[in-house]
């Protein structure tokens, strides 16, 4: 693939988008293009909806459902606070990484995406550390430990082992961002259903303790989520190894 800085001909893909966009979105065709760079984005986030029902489903088939649906639920928004940050990073990541690559500049682009990363490995960790060191706290403010004494043991639980995933969480967003940036919205969704089929698979083992596994309740929804991060992040990194124009940026 050739980053050559001079202006290419029409219809010729370029730059770090060489290898991932199939045409000239400038020319004929407009809406068609936009339908291909947009279903696997409304696929994905429906994937996601999906895998949170999935997490109901094998909690609320716990003995205690009642308090493990309240601790994951409890938990489960604390975690989205997480989430909300590494959606800004992924979003940052996109805009950067699609204004540097429409203008051919490649150094700029390798740039913007090793910045992303390395601000997502930081982020990542700080914040992922934070709470989990005032997990407790955090629990006390959302869950009354006096009133729900069981409901709040089980939250603190969960996210002792959900919170493990939050340096993937960050990392796997920013090179999400990275690949819509560049045009390429498939590989995002082909590797959230690789996520998501762990986390419901190891959901089903670490919880109900199949397969020889210990059995964990509410913390083997944690987790499960964690490592299904981890796997993603893992499967990301190899597919943006593979990009030759992004190799740099590792």
């Known amino acids: 693939m050739s980053f050559e800085s001079k202006r290419p001909e029409a219809g010729e893909p ?27 984005s409304v696929v994905t986030m429906l994937l996601q ?22 601790a994951t639920g409890v938990g489960g928004s604390a975690v989205f606070l997480l989430v909300s940050l590494a959606i800004g990073v ?17 150094r700029s682009t390798i740039q913007a995406v ?35 004494p069981e409901a709040a043991r ?3 639980l969960f996210l002792s082992t959900a919170l493990a995933g ?23 969704m082909y590797i959230t259903v690789g996520t998501i089929g762990t986390h419901i698979t190891l959901n089903a ?17 944690g987790a499960a989520f964690a490592t299904s991060l981890w796997v993603g992040m893992v499967m990301y990194f190899i597919t943006l190894a593979r990009r030759s124009g992004l190799r740099e940026a590792l």
Do not use: K
């Not at 199939?22 to 291909?36: A, I």
């Open 166 to 188: 939050s340096l993937p969480l960050f990392l796997m967003n920013a090179m999400m961002g990275t690949f819509r940036g560049l045009g390429d919205t498939r590989t995002p």
């Open 205 to 221: 083992v670490l919880i109900y303790g199949r397969l020889g596994a210990p059995r964990m309740g509410v913390a083997g929804a």
């Open 154 to 156: 089980l939250c603190v």
């Open 114 to 148: 090793g910045q992303s990363l390395t601000l997502a490995l930081g982020i990542g960790l700080v914040s992922g550390a934070v709470m989990f060191l005032g997990r407790r706290v955090l629990v006390g403010w959302m869950l009354d430990p006096a009133r729900n």
């Open 14 to 40: 370029t730059g770090l988008g060489a290898d991932l966009a199939s045409g000239d979105y400038s020319q004929g065709g407009l809406h068609r293009e936009v339908w291909t760079l947009a279903w696997p």
């Open 90 to 106: 992924s979003v940052g990541t996109t805009a950067l990484v699609a204004r540097f690559t429409g203008a051919h500049d490649r």
């Open 49 to 70: 909806t999906v895998n949170s029902l999935m997490d109901v489903f094998f909690v609320g088939r716990l003995p205690n459902s009642a308090q493990a649906l309240a």
